[in-house]
């Protein structure tokens, strides 16, 4: 089982805090001791502020987790750490700093280097993707905004590599990460100290629109 990630003692996000448009449930509010969202600060470490807001609506936060589990975290045909890839990748392409920055700690939290992360956007002719990466990146690059940009090339060439299982799987991730994609665009969800940390080893997440 993946351990948790250590909390950064130091990690100073002033300069990217934002002030959200609806506030998160404070942590005395039971609200927020939704026994999915205890399963996943055990799992990242930290209360994310995005969930904390959508649980003002119940039964949200618990049937999207279930989904986050059946797509992008958990078992799976294609690697933990290539599904996250995918996500990252997915959020990049959005301008999502909050959902980017999130989705590459947790990348980093399952095996994939700060070097790679940090050489996601040039993904296509960094050697430190593999042919398999490069087609599922493609994918989530071609998914990541809308309209979708030239979607049908994507995946011809990834089904030269790929079943249409594990496709379909990858598009799931890409899915996945649109609802927070948006939700997190609209909410302006501010962004926590620990995957914070993700900033000082990938700079161009600072590029992104918050």
């Known amino acids: ?26 942590a005395d509010d ?10 996943l600060v055990d799992f990242i470490g930290y209360r994310p502020n995005a969930l904390l807001t959508m649980a003002r609506k ?32 997915t959020a990049r392409r959005a301008h999502c700093r909050y959902t980017t920055t999130h989705l590459v700690h947790a990348a980093h939290h399952v095996g994939v280097s700060w ?15 593999t ?6 990146l493609a994918i989530a690059t071609a998914g990541g905004s809308l309209p979708v940009r030239k979607p049908a090339k994507a995946i011809e060439q990834a089904k030269q590599i790929f079943s249409d299982e594990e496709i379909v799987e990858i598009v799931s991730c890409v899915a996945m990460v649109g609802w ?13 100290a620990e995957p914070a940390e993700a900033m000082a080893h990938v700079p161009w997440l600072s590029e992104l629109e918050i």
């Open 58 to 89: 119940p039964g949200v936060v618990s049937q999207l987790l279930k989904l986050f589990a059946l797509t992008v975290r958990g078992e799976g045909l294609l690697p933990q750490s290539l599904r996250f890839l995918v996500a990252a990748e």
């Open 115 to 129: 070097d790679k992360l940090a050489a996601l956007p040039t993904y296509r002719d960094d050697t430190r993707f």
């Open 1 to 26: 089982m993946t351990a948790p990630i250590q909390r950064p003692s130091d990690t100073n996000t002033t300069m990217n805090r934002t002030t959200a448009r609806i506030a998160p449930l404070s």
């Open 131 to 136: 042919e398999q990466e490069r087609r599922a």
């Open 180 to 192: 927070f994609n948006r939700w997190n665009g609209l909410m302006a969800s501010e962004l926590e």
């Open 30 to 39: 039971p609200r927020s001791k939704d026994p999915v969202i205890e399963e």
